[in-house]
């Protein structure tokens, strides 16, 4: 089988090689499409000095809250 799709792929080269990244313009001028680049898609402005106290804070509180969590409730009946 792998060589059926090996042989395929040699044998029309322009087929395999042609991709389809096309956009149209009622597509980009939509108020849905956002501009592109770096941290242009994130909801958050990870530039800002306070970010860095969010986040750490974020994934302390997401990781050590169910930790903290089952060592209270086997400590809770004793």
């Known amino acids: 089988m792998i060589s ?3 042989f395929r792929a040699t044998a029309n080269p322009a087929f395999v090689a042609r991709r389809g ?3 149209t313009r009622p597509q980009l001028s939509s108020p849905y499409h956002y501009p592109e ?3 242009s898609n994130l909801p958050f402005d990870p530039l800002k000095k306070s970010f860095v106290f ?3 804070g974020y994934a ?5 809250l169910p930790f903290g969590l ?3 409730q086997t400590k809770k009946n004793q």
Not at 60 to 64: D, E, L, P, R, V
């Open 21 to 23: 990244f096309q956009s």
């Open 37 to 39: 680049g770096p941290r």
């Open 70 to 72: 089952a060592v209270w």
């Open 4 to 6: 059926r799709v090996a």
């Open 54 to 56: 969010k986040f750490w």
């Open 60 to 64: 302390a509180t997401g990781f050590g």
